[in-house]
């Protein structure tokens, strides 16, 4: 799932680059108000989630530098960074790590613990669920949302997966 997250985040991002700035940021109808906030949205929580399974204590801070970014190309490299930084928190993982408890700085709502496989399988989901918010408003612009849903399957696998490399991106990193 790191590696799908990390190949629609470029897929998705990679496409949106097609969009100038005013297409990016434009007011649309979702839950959040442009392609720009949503992508931007889901980076921040990346990062919040990455921290927390990380136990780095940065907690809800992370969110005190969010901003919305002006261009899915200023954008993309720190969404990459993020991806493939989950993916090596993911490779390093035993089977005894996945019900490890972390602690969640929730804010007001104090210091919640929680399962790492839950903490993983959430922010999964989140990712998910705005990706296919922002596909959706890129279909009112001049760019063809792209295939998001073919990750797993050999059927229709996109080149693009042995592009990115992402058998080896622990080994990058290490």
Not at 19 to 35: E, K, N, Q, V
Not at 93 to 101: C, G, H, N, P
Not at 107 to 125: M, T, V, W, Y
Request: proline share 3%.
């Amino acid at each position: 799932m790191a590696r799908n997250n990390r190949w629609s985040n470029h897929v998705l991002l990679r496409a949106c680059a097609r969009l100038d700035g005013a297409a990016f940021t434009a007011t649309r109808t979702s839950f959040f108000p442009s392609i720009a906030a949503t992508l931007s949205h889901n980076h921040f929580v990346d990062l919040y989630y990455i921290d927390a399974v990380e136990e780095g204590g940065l907690g809800e801070s992370v969110y005190d530098d969010e901003i919305v970014f002006a261009h899915a190309s200023d954008l993309a490299p720190l969404q990459q960074a993020a991806d493939e930084r989950l993916i090596v928190f993911c490779d390093r993982l035993t089977d005894a790590d996945m019900s490890r408890i972390v602690i969640t700085d929730r804010g007001e709502k104090g210091k919640i613990p929680e399962r790492i496989d839950n903490l993983l399988a959430h922010l999964f989901q989140h990712q998910i669920h705005h990706r296919g918010q922002a596909h959706a408003m890129l279909a009112g612009t001049s760019v063809k949302p792209p295939q998001l849903d073919e990750f797993f399957l050999d059927f229709e696998r996109d080149p693009e997966i042995a592009r990115l490399d992402l058998t080896d991106v622990s080994r990058r990193n290490a």
